[in-house]
């Protein structure tokens, strides 16, 4: 089927989809959650966390070669030129139209989480020019001691052209400040009003009025008050402070202009 067809058949006005990303373990469950509870679609192969697996092989294989050429997420695909990205586009289409054979009836909209949809942006936009995307974001300092490292593992060697040392918190910093940097400038820039960035301390903190403000934005009908059961606060949150503070201050420093950006100061958020 050609792409033009593909397009026409995609793009109808209902038919956008809600993307969810963000640097693994930022709070993305919760938001796909709440989705979820408003009645959108958001998959049916999900791992534990709500990832839409149908995604992990197509991410493994698209975005290191697209991090080689761009080193950066905030790109315009058309500026690229010939490449791998053509048939990814493709393949992107290809997936969609399975994931969406599953839709039932009557969903309020459909969508996907999956954290590092966040690096191929640009890929889903050339197929879905009115997509969603909420963009979540948390303290790059607590996510410099996370145990899912699985984004720097994968990625850090192709986005910076370095090696990657295992479990390295100033590697894993670096990459948390470029990718959500490049990632804000890019919506911020190409989606406007369709991009949201949610903080999770907000989402933990404040639940009542950042799930309202999800669910406005989204346009769908949900009690805020009510789903706030599905906000469970993790005992990792600020676990940054339990850290030698001479780390924490060098990443911090390391760190400062992307934390200063979402929020987050030296000493708490």
Not at 257 to 269: D, V
């Amino acid at each position: 089927m050609a792409i033009s067809l593909l397009k026409r058949f995609f793009l109808e006005p209902s038919s956008s989809p809600f993307v969810i990303g963000g640097t693994g373990g930022s709070g993305t469950r919760v938001v796909h959650a709440v989705l979820g509870q408003c009645g959108v679609f958001m998959g049916r192969n999900l791992n534990e966390a709500g990832d839409a697996m149908d995604f992990e092989p197509f991410l493994d294989e698209a975005i290191n070669p697209l991090l080689s050429r761009t080193r950066s997420l905030n790109y315009n695909l058309a500026d690229l030129g010939p490449g791998p990205w053509d048939e990814a586009v493709e393949k992107i289409q290809a997936i969609i139209r399975r994931y969406r054979a599953e839709a039932p009836r009557g969903a309020k909209g459909w969508g996907w989480k999956n954290p590092r949809s966040m690096y191929v942006l640009p890929l889903i936009h050339q197929v879905f020019p009115d997509f969603r995307f909420i963009h979540l974001v948390r303290d790059g300092k607590d996510m410099a001691f996370s145990g899912n490292q699985n984004q720097p593992i994968k990625h850090f060697t192709a986005y910076f052209d370095e090696s990657y040392d295992h479990f390295s918190p100033a590697h894993a910093i670096r990459l948390w400040a470029r990718a959500n940097g490049d990632v804000a400038d890019w919506g911020e820039k190409t989606l406007k009003e369709r991009y949201l960035r949610l903080r999770f301390e907000d989402l933990c903190l404040k639940p009542t009025d950042t799930i309202q403000q999800l669910i406005a934005w989204a346009e769908l009908a949900g009690d805020a008050e009510n789903l706030t059961s599905l906000v469970d606060i993790p005992s990792s949150l600020g676990r940054w402070k339990n850290e030698d503070s001479q780390v924490v201050a060098s990443l911090h420093e390391a760190a400062q202009p992307a934390l200063a950006r979402f929020g987050y100061s030296a000493f708490g958020t």
